[in-house]
């Protein structure tokens, strides 16, 4: 609707400061020229509405120019009702700013709403956080949140996934939760990287302080880092074949990793195709299902589960000799 989208404009201009046409037309999903006749209702209207053009330009609002709107609607308020976590958010110190939020948006929304909202809260929760999350937030969390809100240089002693550890100096931009995990977005030698919390050893806050890139947006780099992480990590193919009573085991172990081909057939078996990082992680997902499973390729994974079963059955064997020998020594000591 087109107030609604009218009302979407001034609201991304106020926090925003200003926007390019283009840009306010690929958030609302519009086109540019609509943007623009947009644009000249609200002037029109008396909003205090400017466009500017050449380098730099773009459409603003006066900046002592505010709106305030009070009726949300039902689908907004349950949306913004449902989407907080409490948990992350106390990890950052906002836990109780979330909650005095809470109540505000339901004090502010139409009374008759307030039934509605109770009930989507009693059957729909969204819990991001995973089964064995640290009840401590992670260490430096509050050091690197404060380095971010600042925009200060921090030097860093960083354990890489080879266990090697580095110190780094490092421009923090932005902070992000994922699956209860916290990762930090960073430049480095003028390029962004992304950091897992829980491997950092040491953060040390500089007295220096960086200036962001003014065309940054942290949604559009996570999403950016997301599509990237995964096509440099699923890079060993293999496929199996296994029972379908194990299809719950392989989901679980590996979501979204898979590619199930058809259904069982007579005997019950079915085949998939997966990408995982490396080699080992496909031995212990064939260990895992045990005996009923069948590598079909590639043919250096056979070798390796074969290999590898070979050496589990002779420490196994070498294992039970030792305890035997053991076990006489005792009895003659008797």
């Not at 008759?112 to 969204?126: G, K, N, P, T, V």
Request: negative net charge; glycine residues 6%; aromatic residues 10%.
């Amino acid at each position: 609707m087109r107030a609604d989208r009218l009302v979407a404009i001034v609201l991304h201009l106020q926090t925003r400061k200003k926007m390019t046409a283009m840009a306010l037309a690929r958030e609302l999903e519009v086109s540019t020229r609509t943007i623009l006749r947009d644009v000249e209702a609200l002037s029109i209207a008396g909003v205090p509405i400017y466009a500017t053009g050449g380098r730099g330009g773009g459409i603003a609002l006066d900046e002592h120019y505010r709106v305030t709107l009070s009726g949300l609607k039902e689908a907004e308020a349950q949306a913004f009702l449902l989407s907080s976590n409490l948990q992350l958010l106390r990890e950052i110190g906002l836990g109780d700013a979330a909650e005095n939020a809470f109540l505000k948006v339901a004090a502010a929304v139409p009374t008759h709403y307030h039934e509605a909202l109770s009930f989507m809260r009693q059957r729909i929760y969204i819990d991001p956080i995973w089964w064995w999350h640290d009840v401590e937030p992670p260490p430096f969390l509050r050091d690197i949140q404060q380095a971010v809100y600042e925009s200060r240089w921090i030097s860093a002693v960083y354990e890489h996934w080879n266990g090697g550890c580095v110190e780094q100096l490092l421009e923090p931009y932005s902070l992000v939760a994922k699956s209860s995990a916290w990762y930090l977005v960073a430049r480095r030698e003028g390029a962004l990287r992304t950091y897992r919390l829980s491997r950092f050893h040491a953060i040390t806050l500089l007295d220096t302080h960086f200036i962001r890139t003014a065309d940054f947006d942290l949604p559009t780099y996570w999403q950016q880092h997301i599509q990237e992480f995964s096509a440099i990590t699923s890079v060993y193919s293999f496929t199996l074949r296994f029972h379908e009573s194990c299809l719950p085991l392989v989901r679980r172990l590996l979501p979204g990793r898979s590619t199930i081909f058809g259904p069982a057939d007579g005997d019950g078996c079915m085949n998939a195709h997966f990408n995982v990082e490396s080699i080992d992680q496909a031995k212990m997902l064939v260990f895992g299902l045990g005996g009923q499973v069948e590598v079909i390729e590639p043919p250096e994974l056979q070798a390796a589960v074969l290999h590898t079963a070979y050496d589990l059955i002779y420490s196994s064997s070498k294992s039970g000799e030792k305890r035997k020998e053991s076990s006489f020594k005792d009895e003659e000591h008797l």
